[in-house]
């Protein structure tokens, strides 16, 4: 493949220092708007913006670049925001479908004005995609007695982050499923996947590919190998989890346009040994002679949609490593390599977490051998802490977001970082691995899902669960965006500009 140079130069804004102040805060000459907050109408419709927003893509129009559809993530609720109190004992009927509808992603239209952008609440793709939305099964998983022989199932939720497929449609990845599959009675078997969505075509069947795996997925970032077969890199966030590869059996083909999603049913899942730099192949036949005659394994694994149903514990069994936590991974569009954001993992004191680089064979996509690296380290000494969402600029710079969770900012090791942030850190030169302060989220949010318009004029981005740790909703920790008249904070996504 051909790799772009970053365009390089200084650093183009003046970095901010940590904060703790309930507003987002930007260097001198950034500023936002707020785009859509939980509960906007986003269409004539009166469809609402869901909550805690999470991963955006910007999906400009062709012909007119000021203009595009933005997909957003919804990841969880509060019960105290949505519902006005906390819910013990169980949730109603009537509850449940709040909390569904409330979880997925929105298709939300955007136009830049002289104010910078805005949404478009008259577009004719504005949508949601909710928990209660029909999807379709793909894959190995398909139709199988792992998933109990179901070939649709209800709805989509934990949406943490995705990524954009070649063929210009969203994959969004269900992240922590568990809680809220419970909570509706819904089959757990049924989420944890990869769904595809078209956001230009409300007619296209949404779906979940089975054969990427059944984990708490992060995000998926998608590439070629040298022999042009689509490869899917993806992260399982959960302390001691492991970091994935998909590779399709079929070649991608450009013309083919949106029919290459079938690329996605059908090929192998790999899971990565980081202590043999080797990449292992996560089939059923593997599985078996691994299980070494044990009876309840056999029991467990004996078809390839088992193995994609219970990923992790194929994964460990066929000696996938686990890591510390890997949430984005991104491949660099500058030279291929690929950068993890491992964000911590308590069980073993890795507190602030790092970000890894990873080089494949020949700088294939489609090797079956890498080596890797700790490309930065978070920590008082590079100024970032629990590193999750990674986004490239044009100067070959990485952005990471933070996560360092509500409860731990007060604690004394996290202190001196104030409330998350997004970072900027140099790919190559003299500040290599160095993190430079961009924004400083309001109290208790997350920064998630940043995302440039292709000029890199505008940066979309999530406020994730502000004011997360409020028990009185009369006196919540923090009430940004500070809409008039509004008592409450609310998850919101902004778009920044100012950027020269
Ligand atoms: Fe939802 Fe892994 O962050
Ligand atoms: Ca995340
Ligand atoms: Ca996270
Ligand atoms: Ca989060």
Redesign the pocket.
């Known amino acids: 493949p051909e790799y772009k140079r970053p365009k390089k130069g200084p650093l183009k804004f003046q970095p901010i220092e940590p904060t703790t102040k309930d507003d987002l805060v930007l260097p001198k000459g950034y500023k936002y708007e707020v785009i859509a907050a939980y509960g906007d109408k986003i269409n004539q419709k009166g469809d609402t913006f869901g909550y805690n927003n999470d991963f955006t893509l910007f999906f400009p129009y062709e012909d007119e670049k000021d203009r595009g559809l933005l997909w957003v993530n919804h990841e969880y609720i509060s019960d105290l925001f949505v519902f006005g109190q906390t819910i013990k004992g169980g949730y109603s009927s009537e509850q449940i479908k709040t909390m569904l509808y409330n979880q997925g992603g929105s298709i939300i239209e955007v136009v830049k004005d002289r104010n910078g952008w805005k949404m478009d609440t008259e577009s004719k793709y504005a949508r949601r995609v909710t928990g209660l939305t029909p999807f379709a099964l793909t894959g190995p998983a398909k139709g199988s007695k792992a998933v109990n022989g179901a070939e649709i199932v209800q709805g989509t939720f934990a949406n943490?982050s995705g990524g954009k497929t070649l063929w210009n449609t969203v994959l969004s990845c269900e992240e922590n499923y568990e809680s809220t599959s419970k909570s509706a009675n819904l089959d757990e078997t049924h989420y944890g996947w990869v769904i595809e969505v078209d956001p230009f075509d409300p007619a296209y069947q949404v779906r979940k590919h089975t054969a990427l795996g059944r984990f708490n997925h992060?995000n998926t970032c998608m590439g070629l190998s040298k022999d042009n077969r689509v490869v899917v890199y993806m992260g399982d966030?959960k302390r001691d989890a492991c970091v994935y590869k998909f590779i399709s059996k079929n070649k991608y083909n450009q013309k083919d346009g949106k029919k290459n999603s079938k690329l996605l049913e059908e090929g192998t899942l790999y899971v990565a040994n980081f202590g043999e730099g080797r990449w292992v192949a996560l089939t059923i036949e593997a599985v078996q002679k691994a299980a070494k005659g044990n009876a309840e394994l056999l029991k467990k694994f004996q078809t390839q949609a088992d193995v994609v149903v219970n990923c992790h514990e194929a994964a460990i069994l066929l000696g996938g490593t686990p890591t510390d936590?890997p949430?984005d991974l991104e491949i660099s569009p500058f030279d291929g390599s690929i950068f993890i954001a491992h964000?911590n993992n308590s069980n073993h004191g890795n507190f602030h977490g790092h970000i890894t680089r990873f080089f494949e064979k020949d700088n294939d996509h489609g090797s079956m051998e890498f080596q890797f690296a700790i490309f930065a380290a978070g920590g008082i000494q590079s100024g970032f802490s629990?590193p999750?969402n990674l986004l490239f600029d044009e100067d070959g710079n990485l952005w990471t977001v933070t996560?360092i969770s509500s409860g731990s900012v007060n604690t004394k090791i996290w202190e001196p970082f104030g409330n998350n942030g997004l970072f900027v850190i140099p790919t190559e030169g003299k500040n290599e691995g160095e993190a430079f302060q961009f924004a400083s989220a309001p109290v208790q949010a997350?920064l998630t899902g940043p995302c440039f318009t292709p000029d890199e004029k505008a940066l979309f981005l999530s406020i994730q669960h502000p004011g997360e740790e409020t028990d009185d909703l009369a006196n919540p920790t923090s009430k940004w965006p500070h809409r008039s008249g509004d008592k409450m904070p609310r998850p919101a996504v902004v778009a920044i500009t100012g950027f020269k």
């Open positions: 943490c992060e966030d936590r949430e964000t629990a999750d996560d997350e």
